[in-house]
């Protein structure tokens, strides 16, 4: 939707003087006289009572405006790369397929010269979105409800605005199930390659982790505990950190199957040998899992139906039904393969201070 110039008529006061008297920026007026969605009502009335008292002229009704073609759906996302992505992507494809419509999929990234994404779906005329990974501000959500543009939130770094619903995964469960199936093998020195600290999934993982080691009776070790950033260079910073401090962890969690890729470069560049001297588990049960050698022992997310369960809340909420729920969250299981075993002699943890 591109904006059209409307000539100021002759002696009309001009936009600026129109936004002061409304209270409201100018560019908030240019929308309002273009015909853009995203204004509040209120403000909307407002500034064309204004706009109509001075004199401007406005565009004739065009019932077509704003409406989105009736078989797109969008889906948000921080970058499309991995298997995560494809996974997610093909669970919501699957549904909205089904339900006759196509997936519209836009880049939350900002770059210099273009409008960001609420901006962008705006102007597209979307009436509901699935964000992916993609945390919105309460601005944000404001901008896409006063559009009347109903959002599901997959995976958000952070906690929601209250009534927007979230479909994620059991993480803490994850997080504990893993450190508790190393724990059964006899390790005490655990180490935990997390992601970005400010993710609220990834720490709900840590968070699990914490909670395994103290109802085992073992002691939570802080300095073990190394964030990676998602990414597999990252992880083999964490890594190496973990490996090379006086007292070396025998097994190693990490939060996504990136990283523990990762992990197992650290170890490999220390002449170590999984899982003969160090276990590693990981977190989403990828492809890679199976594929690296050794085969990595994970936690599974049900990525693809995550996806799908996200898509069939939000073409509820399009239809005018409800939600059905605020968070949903799907289970997660922990998945045996090579990368584990016991530790080579006693392993023992910090004593308790």
Not at 7 to 35: C, D, F, M, Y
Not at 84 to 111: I, P
Not at 196 to 208: F, N, P, T, V
């Amino acid at each position: 939707m591109s904006s059209q110039i409307r000539r100021r008529p002759a002696g009309a006061p001009t936009l600026a003087a129109i936004a002061e008297a409304a209270g409201v920026a100018v560019p908030t007026v240019s929308k309002v006289l273009n015909g853009r969605s995203d204004v509040s009502d209120a403000t909307r009335q407002r500034v064309t009572d204004l706009l109509l008292r001075a004199g401007y002229p406005f565009p004739e009704p065009d019932p077509h405006r704003g409406a989105p073609p009736a078989g797109l759906v969008d889906l948000v996302v921080p970058g499309i790369e991995g298997s995560w992505a494809t996974f997610m992507l093909a669970g919501v494809e699957e549904v909205v397929s089904e339900a006759g419509k196509d997936v519209v999929v836009t880049v939350a990234h900002q770059r210099p010269g273009t409008a960001d994404w609420v901006d962008r779906l705006i102007a597209r005329g979307s009436r509901g979105a699935v964000l992916a990974l993609v945390t919105p501000s309460p601005e944000e959500i404001a901008r896409l409800s006063a559009a009347g543009i109903s959002v599901v939130l997959l995976d958000p770094g952070a906690e929601p605005t209250p009534g927007v619903p979230t479909v994620g995964a059991t993480n803490w469960a994850g997080g504990y199930a893993a450190t508790e199936f190393l724990l059964a093998l006899g390790h005490r020195r655990i180490g935990v390659v997390g992601g970005l600290a400010s993710h609220r999934y990834g720490q709900a993982r840590i968070d699990g982790h914490r909670s395994a080691m103290v109802a085992a009776g073992e002691r939570f070790s802080p300095e073990l505990v190394r964030h990676g950033d998602w990414t597999r260079g990252g992880a083999v910073l964490a890594a190496t950190r973990l490996l090379t401090s006086k007292r070396p962890p025998t097994a190693i969690f990490a939060c996504s199957d990136r990283m523990a890729l990762g992990v197992y470069e650290a170890a490999a560049a220390r002449g170590l040998r999984i899982p003969e001297d160090l276990s590693v588990v990981g977190f989403d049960d990828l492809p890679e899992a199976r594929w690296i050698t050794p085969s990595l022992t994970t936690v599974r997310q049900p990525v693809r139906e995550m996806g799908s369960s996200a898509a069939r809340i939000l073409l509820r909420l399009t239809e005018g039904q409800r939600a059905g729920t605020d968070r949903l969250e799907l289970s997660t299981v922990l998945v045996e393969r090579a990368s584990t075993a016991p530790p080579r002699g006693p392993d023992t943890a910090d004593p308790v201070d």
